[in-house]
């Protein structure tokens, strides 16, 4: 059984950076490509990126422009989503998941195996 716990959120003022951090609790951690959703008040969940399970294969949303980042650290067990230049429209709960072998197919799909139970960042205008 795999549990994701995301951290990290909260308030942060337009133009701000924010980090999440999500922890993999779980075997084989190496072989889930990871990925991270975003719900915002009144709409449906969204993909926001993805990471396969070496690090080297990385997909974003259009909406991300470059500003957001992914990245995983198999030796830790985390996966992590650096946020720049953070917008009001950026506000949402963020969700961690997880998804076995090659899972930006199904994250594009808005699938995944495992999810985390979300994390609330707010932007201020």
């Known amino acids: 059984q795999v549990q994701l716990v995301e951290s990290g959120g909260g308030l942060v003022q337009a133009s701000g950076s924010l980090r999440l951090p999500c922890a993999f609790i779980g075997r084989t951690f190496g072989s889930y490509s990871m990925g991270w959703f975003r719900q915002a008040p009144g709409k449906e969940r969204e993909f926001v990126a993805s990471i396969n399970w070496s690090g080297d294969v990385r997909k974003s949303a259009e909406f991300v422009k470059g500003r957001f980042t992914i990245s995983r650290d198999n030796a830790e067990n985390t996966v992590s989503l650096q946020k720049n230049s953070l917008e009001p429209g950026d506000t949402a709960v963020y969700y961690c998941?997880?998804?076995w072998g090659s899972g930006y197919g199904r994250f594009a799909q808005g699938e995944a195996d495992y999810w985390g139970q979300g994390t609330q960042v707010t932007v201020s205008s």
């Open positions: 998941a997880a998804s």
